[in-house]
């Protein structure tokens, strides 16, 4: 993630993206510094109607283009394709989420990669959650309607993709100690290396007990 992507400012616009080649699903995000994020809008497009390759792809372009322009986000995110078995059907969704990514580019966004694994544990905690259980997760979080949640959950998924991208920008600056060596770590942490050493020759002897 850029430098600029990561700056934590006072109100950011998030868009969420959940590339696909048949039906794509973005979502809107808004964050105020201080305050929980709200949902502005989530949907999919829905692109089966367009039975010629490169046609879709011209209308992924139009599309994103389309939804930034309306609604000005501060940096996109996308899901990472799943490597499938199917080469041509990972042809096509990498192409698509390329043109997205162009799509943002287009307009000058900072963009970010998440894996489904990382999204999954960053909304449930659980890296082989349903997609169903990330839409409610999310729906709970966001305070949305049951009513209002969309029929395709590829619109939940990107609204996964976006909360992820809230949770990582919105952490504290982290205030660990960096170490250049193991040497630097135990010289500045001398009570902890002591107390390791004391605990691994304490599993040593009852090993050593145990093998007389």
């Known amino acids: ?4 992507a990561s700056r934590i400012i006072d109100d950011r616009i998030i868009l969420g993206i959940d590339p696909g080649s048949n039906i794509m699903g973005y979502a ?59 080469v041509q059907s990972m042809l096509k969704l ?3 989420q390329g043109v ?19 999204i999954k544990m960053a909304i ?10 990330v839409a409610d997760m999310l729906r709970r979080m966001l305070s949305i309607p049951q009513e209002s949640m969309p029929k395709f959950l590829d ?9 992820c991208h809230y949770f990582q920008i919105s952490k504290p600056v982290s205030t660990q100690k960096a170490y ?9 942490n001398a009570s902890r290396v002591r107390g390791i ?3 691994k020759n304490k599993i040593n002897k009852k090993e050593d007990d145990t093998d007389r």
């Open 28 to 86: 809107v995000l808004r964050w105020c510094k201080g305050r929980k994020p709200e949902l502005v809008t989530m949907g999919v497009f829905d692109l089966r109607k367009y039975k010629d390759h490169y046609l879709t792809l011209k209308k992924v372009f139009e599309k994103v283009v389309g939804v930034i322009d309306e609604y000005h986000p501060d940096e996109m995110c996308l899901e990472a394709p799943f490597f499938g078995k199917n």
């Open 124 to 133: 449930t905690g659980n890296g082989q959650a349903s997609k169903e259980q």
């Open 1 to 4: 993630m850029s430098g600029e």
């Open 94 to 96: 990498g192409r698509a």
């Open 197 to 199: 050493v004391k605990e």
């Open 155 to 163: 619109a939940t998924d990107a609204l996964g993709v976006a909360m």
């Open 100 to 118: 997205a990514m162009a799509a943002g580019l287009h307009r000058d966004l900072p963009i970010t990669e998440y894996a489904p694994l990382k």
């Open 180 to 188: 250049s060596s193991w040497e630097d770590f135990a010289r500045k």
